[in-house]
């Protein structure tokens, strides 16, 4: 997928943090819309830790879903149809409809969910579609350095 503008305006905050929080398992998008697949990233963080809005937007939903707490957050000024996050498992600190700006805290991680160790899931979407949330951090460029020659001499 390539970036778009919008992607780079919102690389701005990681949701829990600082600092950078561990990746425990990364985005693997499944081959089709109902196959096994890892629909978001798993951000190490305690419970109790807080959850922050990694860019401004309303939020358009905050309870439970399956058992576990859960913030979507629709993010401004990101098109048609807008970009969604979501967040799980997690306490709700706000309530829908509730507009924030970006760094704002909007739940607490919650215990639970489906890693080993206390972890936040972050999605991402557009649409129906699932995208890679780390697309929308803000991560150092990789660089190419010359070879070394002579035993590094």
Do not use: K, N
Not at 96 to 111: C, L, S, Y
Not at 132 to 141: H, K, S, V
Request: proline content about 15%; some cysteine; glycine content about 14%.
């Amino acid at each position: 997928m390539q970036l778009t503008p919008v992607f780079l305006v919102l690389a701005l905050l990681w949701p829990v943090g600082p600092p950078a929080p561990e990746i425990l398992r990364g985005w693997r998008p499944p081959p089709g819309p109902y196959a096994a697949g890892h629909r978001g990233v798993d951000l190490a963080a305690p419970p109790g830790a807080p959850v922050r809005a990694p860019a401004a937007g309303t939020v358009t939903f905050a309870g439970p879903v399956g058992g576990r707490g859960v913030v979507t957050l629709t993010l401004a000024g990101t098109g048609s149809p807008p970009l969604r996050t979501t967040f799980s498992p997690v306490t709700p600190l706000v309530g829908r409809g509730a507009r924030v700006t970006a760094g704002t805290p909007i739940a607490e991680v919650a215990a639970g969910g489906h890693c080993a160790v206390s972890c936040l899931h972050w999605g991402l979407l557009r649409g129906r579609v699932y995208l890679d949330p780390l697309l929308l951090t803000a991560r150092p460029r990789s660089r190419l350095l010359p070879p070394v020659r002579d035993g590094g001499r």
